[in-house]
């Protein structure tokens, strides 16, 4: 999480702050599950959080970067009875674990999405996208932003 959280700052994933913690919690569980996941993945598995502020982009960068940093990691040769190897076969068997069990399953509760729901967004991909159109010019916009006092009275209040 640590990773994470440094890669969110570093790619300027955080704004408002609403979505952070979801966004935190499924990249997390992306760089867990997902060793090898793609962009198109990562877009796939954060569809589920809504961010009105970032256009995912610097969320989608923090994951690559995370898992590209791991995939290094994994790829550098490591001892049989180093740390890092132990830590390695701990989340190995940790993972294996949560795959395996699956309490809303076994309590015969319904999933969520079906796993041939799944499939379709699998096969079909999803994809995020965000735009909005500005009805005044550039210089107009920017303008607008330099002028503090107008930009904060015009966002609502936090606190």
Known sequence: ???LREAFSKNHALQCGYCTPGMLISSRDIVMRLPDADEARIRLELSGNLCRCTGYVGIVAAVKDVLRNARAQR???CAAGSP???????AARQEER???RTPAAAAGAPEATSAQQWRAVDGEGAELTQSFRVA???AQVWAWFA???QWRAACPARG
């Open 1 to 3: 999480m640590a990773d």
């Open 75 to 77: 790829a550098a040769p």
């Open 84 to 90: 890092g190897r132990a830590r390695e076969t701990s």
């Open 98 to 100: 949560n795959v395996r």
């Open 136 to 138: 005044h010019a550039r």
């Open 147 to 149: 002028d503090l006092d």
